[in-house]
């Protein structure tokens, strides 16, 4: 990938897109080469700490939908908060495609309490043969290794000219791995696709609520 064609998929993914154009599916060949990118980033000992759901499925993206909801931002005039908590959903995961990355190691049970997997127990005992330590490890390492496989995901769908948008607005666990049928905890959705032309980029095609923006804190870069 050329330089110029990573600046552009840097600004194309820059903001998160809360509309999108649904007249077209989302072409496969995309989809395979997006979920590849995401699925080979580096993970530490060859363990995958995640898995992937590809969701295409109009009533399970409605489904995730409505388990977003919690959106606030002290800057929108037109925000609803009730007792702290935002009633705003999150109309990035209506987009045509959406990945959704589960922790292979935790699932929620009905009062929202976290359990260990069958997994976890395996691959427990799999790094304990190997004399590492392994219950640090997997407790602590599966919001890295989705991070990582997350920016891969979007950096590819932005050289592939897509506008992307992360979620991670969402505190039913439960209600989610009904809404997928997957019996695992939800760590990061990311809606992509074609944003819808007629609407500036942060508006909820829904309810024409129009999302908050803010200035992006620059990194701080440290030379040693």
Known sequence: MLEQDLKRAEKITRHTQR???????FPQPHTDKIVKFASESPSKNGLQYYDLAVVTD???????????????HN???????????????????????????????????????MVWTDAYHED???????????????????????????AYANLMAGALGYKTGFCRCFTN?????????????VELMLGIGEG????????????NFEYGSVIKEPVKIIKI
């Not at 509309?19 to 599916?25: A, Q």
């Not at 009633?87 to 495609?97: D, F, G, T, Y």
């Not at 819808?196 to 309810?207: A, G, I, R, S, Y």
């Open 19 to 25: 509309n999108w154009e649904e007249s077209v599916p």
């Open 58 to 72: 109009d009533s399970v993206k409605r489904a995730l939908y409505d388990c977003t909801l919690g959106y606030t």
């Open 75 to 113: 800057n929108s005039a037109n925000v609803s908060i009730d007792n702290g908590r935002g009633l705003e959903k999150n109309s990035q995961v209506l987009a045509p495609l959406v990945l959704v990355w589960l922790n292979k190691y935790k699932k929620p049970d009905q009062s929202d309490d």
């Open 124 to 150: 427990f005992e799999l790094l304990e043969r190997k004399g590492v330590d392994s219950s640090g490890q997997l407790k602590e390492f599966t919001s890295m290794h989705v991070g990582i496989s997350s």
């Open 173 to 185: 666990y439960y209600k989610l791995t009904h809404a997928l049928g997957i019996d695992q905890k």
């Open 196 to 207: 819808n032309e007629v609407l500036k980029h942060n508006v909820n095609p829904d309810t």
